[in-house]
């Protein structure tokens, strides 16, 4: 479904990403974890054409991310993004944040926009809340309407980057539980977070980035039980002491 090839990213000088490549199957969740500033943002926004690349290629359901021709804005309607902060409209009900982009880029009468958004609501167990504005939520029921908002686009994949770590601890599980029950219905996912209790329970392959580059792609049970590298070695000791 996601395919990144030897992609290099520069910002003037700087590069941000090298010559990473990986891929995420249909159904499959990857997790990205390191250090803090070890480009997995910045990859992550690369597959939907948030971040442009000057190297290789991003193909997400055989489409070509950084193929000028690629009309980006649509592609970018069918892979959902969840972000660390949930930019909802403030001015806006939970219902109308909901429909909102259904309306605007797929172009969905308003009805079945309503209809799909309160769906998909109920399905982060958030219907009673439907009329409030985000102010009224706390952080952790905004980080769930923002799911459900990037679900009601019928993505054909989603992209979270660290959707947990602006959260209180104790919000922190209620996000995880609709993660984990989106990738039990077999979405597929790319998920930079830290929660290696997420990652051990859902994901199938993780990917440990560092200055850059992608240093470990190893399937779940390889990574926790022996990662290869020092660098992931000592990542997974300093995040998994506590
Ligand atoms: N717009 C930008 N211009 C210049 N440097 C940037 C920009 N965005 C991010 N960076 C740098 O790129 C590196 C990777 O950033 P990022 O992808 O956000 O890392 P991570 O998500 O792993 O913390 C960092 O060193 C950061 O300072
Ligand atoms: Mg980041």
Redesign the pocket.
Known sequence: MISIKNVSKW??D?Q?LTDCSTEVQKGEVVVVC??????????I?CVNGLESFQQGTITVDGISVGDPKTNLPKLRSRVGMVFQHFELFPHLTITENLALAQTKVLGRNKDAAIEKGLKLLDRVGLKAHAHKHPGQLSGGQQQRVAIARALAMDPIAMLF??PTSALDPEMINEVLDVMVELAKEGMTMMC?THEMGFARKVANRVIF?DR?QIIEDANKDEFFGSPRSERAQAFLSKILAH
């Open positions: 910002y003037g700087f941000v390191g250090p803090s500033g070890s480009g997995k943002s910045t990859l926004k980057d660290e930079v980035m850059g």
